[in-house]
């Protein structure tokens, strides 16, 4: 029997504009996330086009 995962969240990365889903990591501060991954928010400041 396979797991399938509950309708998760998501956002927009405001770096590099891909989708990503709530993770367990997130859980506290998932209203303050704003970035996909440490690569985006470490180039928040230069967009990827």
Do not use: G
Not at 1 to 20: A, G, I, S
């Amino acid at each position: 029997m396979t797991h399938k995962k509950l309708t998760l969240p998501e956002k927009n990365c405001q770096t590099c504009k891909k989708n990503f889903f709530w993770r367990k990591k997130w859980q506290a501060c998932w209203e303050d996330v704003r970035y996909c991954s440490e690569r985006c928010r470490r180039s928040k400041n230069t967009s990827i086009s």
